[in-house]
């Protein structure tokens, strides 16, 4: 029996995971920024909701937590940011939870908030990693508190996982992303294969998303700090690439404003 996760669009571009195990009649959800959705599938499905997992503070991934709290007094698992009120199981790097039998483990992840973790699983069919706004396909957060510096090592931690890896993101991003990836990289022809791709799904509306680690490695430019091809990109924009991390502080920068 495997976990099923299964997204509910949110707003304009999140998603709500929920996590489900056949045969169980509860749920879990990952950054529940709107009750309203999380209510309908729980009632559609005639699931409780026994566990919420929480990456950050922002709005758009905490705000549904007082209604649904109220509603079915779940397990919150969170970062240690008192900031972030209904949490009761504040986690740390390193930190191991169980739910339903599955271990996940907590990383330590700040670049885009300071206090911003994420899940990751490696007992089901392939290894999962809910990683909120840390890592989007062929992108990544943007840095509102943390340093450059921060942010690549939090990336860092993602690296290290299994390739084959399940990355599932907060939002819609992708297509947007890979304008500025083929822009930053433009003879990368994994790239341009995973726009066709992609770009096929959104025309059928479907979710682009969870990617893959080793996708991610081939096609995210802010993973790919000593790509030829983005160095010199970069140089003719006369920026510093030196070392990765002003590769990556000026690809951060760009796609600021791109
Ligand atoms: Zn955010
Ligand atoms: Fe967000």
Redesign the pocket.
């Known amino acids: 029996m495997s976990l099923a996760i299964r997204p509910l669009p949110a707003f304009t571009d999140n998603y709500i995971w929920t996590l489900s195990l056949p045969g169980r009649n509860a749920a879990c959800v990952v950054d529940p920024g709107d009750a309203r959705p999380v209510l309908d599938y729980l009632a559609k499905h005639e699931l409780t909701l026994s566990h919420i997992f929480i990456t950050?503070h922002?709005p758009?991934?905490t705000g549904g937590l007082a209604e649904l709290i109220k509603r079915f007094e779940p397990v919150v698992y969170g970062p240690d940011n008192p900031g972030i009120k209904g949490i009761n199981q504040p986690l740390a790097e390193g930190d191991e939870l169980d739910l339903w039998g599955y271990r996940f483990q907590i990383l330590e992840v700040p670049g885009?908030?300071l206090d911003?973790i994420a899940f990751y699983c490696d007992q089901g069919p392939a290894p999962i990693l809910f990683c909120?706004?840390t890592l989007f396909a062929a992108g990544c957060?943007?840095l509102?508190e943390g340093t450059p510096e921060q942010m690549q090592q939090s990336l860092g931690k993602f690296t290290a996982l299994p390739p084959e890896t399940l990355v599932y993101c907060?939002h819609e991003y992708t297509l947007a992303n890979l304008k500025f990836a083929i822009a930053a990289e433009p003879d990368n022809s994994d790239l341009q294969a995973r726009i066709d791709r992609e770009s096929e799904k959104r025309r059928n509306q479907e979710v682009t998303l969870p990617s893959t680690m080793a996708l991610e490695l081939a096609t995210n430019p802010f993973l790919r700090c000593q790509s030829k091809g983005i160095k010199q990109t970069l140089q003719g924009r006369q920026l510093n690439t030196d070392s990765d991390l002003e590769v990556f502080t000026a690809l951060r920068q760009w796609k600021d404003n791109f």
């Open positions: 950050h922002h758009d991934h885009h908030t911003h909120g706004d957060g943007r509102f907060t």
